[in-house]
């Protein structure tokens, strides 16, 4: 299994980015996927996971409303579509195979700052 993560960047406070992730070597389809996130220092907190059939299972309260989960299981992808970002958002973004952090990838750096 791989995944591979990218969109991340520099964004000021309030403004929008959307993550990706491709997945390789897997029935991409089959797997409910998540997103999870850590700050240097910090643990790994989960953000979003999603079923295979594309419906949310759920969101992290100090994303809800901010954040929306997604995939497109024809391209092997998962989205996180953050808008009104927060400094405190500022992390490392990684799409996993499970709330732990399974099997997730190199991430991708996002940073909220103005």
């Known amino acids: 299994i791989q995944l591979v993560e990218s969109g991340g960047g520099l964004v000021e406070p309030g403004g929008s980015l959307r993550l990706s992730c491709v997945g390789f070597g897997f029935d991409f389809y089959r797997v409910v996927m998540t997103w999870v996130r850590q700050v240097p220092g910090k643990e790994l907190e989960w953000l979003a996971s999603?079923?295979?059939?594309?419906?949310?299972?759920g969101y992290a309260d100090s994303v809800k409303g901010r954040f929306t989960i997604s995939r497109n299981n024809a391209r092997n992808t998962l989205y996180l579509q953050m808008n009104n970002l927060e400094p405190e958002d500022t992390a490392t973004y990684y799409c996993a195979t499970s709330r732990k952090g399974d099997n997730r990838g190199q991430g991708t750096q996002v940073t909220v700052s103005s």
């Open positions: 999603i079923h295979s059939d594309g419906r949310d299972l």
